[in-house]
């Protein structure tokens, strides 16, 4: 009578457990539903650099400034082709003209201002797809200092043409991942995985490689890095059969 007692007990205990966990599942997805959220992330090489800078000439004679600026210009030129830029890649945009003015004191009191000349400023832009030709030159540009030129350069930036393919590819891996994620909290639930109701994507993030970059809720998009790693998630929800 004891051993069919505790079998009965055991039985009890059995099913009172099957049906809280069922009761825990559906409070959990009280429509029946399983929402997970899938990642896929690509390390990838910028294949397109974008490289700025400027150099100046400042002189009392507007016409003299003009024309000094328009010799550095053709310095500059020349040293960027022999270094194996080609023509169509180098872009020089308007002058900026800035009247420099020195303000005088008198017994720590401002007295005014007198007039130094006229600063013309030549920024140029260089974009290309030969990405280590134009990282060599920016670092070598300081030799412009022997030609007689200041040239004041900007860190290049790096960008991807193939963004949108990559974007497409990481979309995929990410939905495979939620899939999975699914078909695993849905077998440990007893349940049987059905069909796809929804589908979010994400934030989209490029950080550069190694960097300890953070994540960004409008989505960060890492320009100073060659090297890059682009992320994206992906938020599924499946009914439940």
Not at 65 to 92: M, P, T, W
Not at 144 to 157: A, D, H, I, Y
Not at 174 to 187: F, M, P, V, Y
């Amino acid at each position: 009578m004891k051993y069919i007692s505790a079998i009965i007990f055991s039985i009890a205990i059995i099913i009172a457990a099957y049906f809280l966990g069922n009761s825990y599942v559906s409070r959990a997805n009280p429509d029946g539903v399983i929402s997970v959220t899938g990642s896929g992330s690509e390390n990838f090489i910028s294949d397109l650099i974008v490289w700025e800078g400027r150099f100046s000439r400042m002189n009392p004679n507007l016409e003299q400034a003009y024309n000094q600026l328009n010799s550095d210009k053709e310095i500059v030129r020349k040293y960027l082709i022999e270094k194996g830029i080609k023509q169509e890649n180098i872009v020089f945009n308007s002058v900026q003209t800035q009247e420099q003015r020195e303000n005088q004191y008198q017994n720590g009191n401002y007295t005014g201002s007198i007039f130094k000349g006229y600063e013309l400023i030549q920024p140029i832009k260089i974009e290309s797809n030969d990405v280590e030709l134009i990282e060599s030159v920016s670092r070598e540009i300081t030799e412009l200092l022997n030609k007689g030129v200041q040239f004041n350069s900007s860190p290049p930036r790096y960008y991807y043409t193939k963004i949108a393919d990559l974007k497409i590819e990481m979309i995929s891996k990410a939905t495979e991942d939620a899939r999975l994620r699914a078909e695993k909290i849905a077998a440990n639930s007893g349940e049987t995985l059905g069909d796809l109701k929804n589908a979010n994507m994400g934030v989209f993030q490029i950080t550069g490689q190694n960097s300890g970059e953070d994540y960004s809720w409008s989505g960060a998009y890492n320009t100073a890095d060659k090297n890059k790693t682009a992320s994206i998630t992906m938020r599924l929800e499946f009914e439940i059969d």
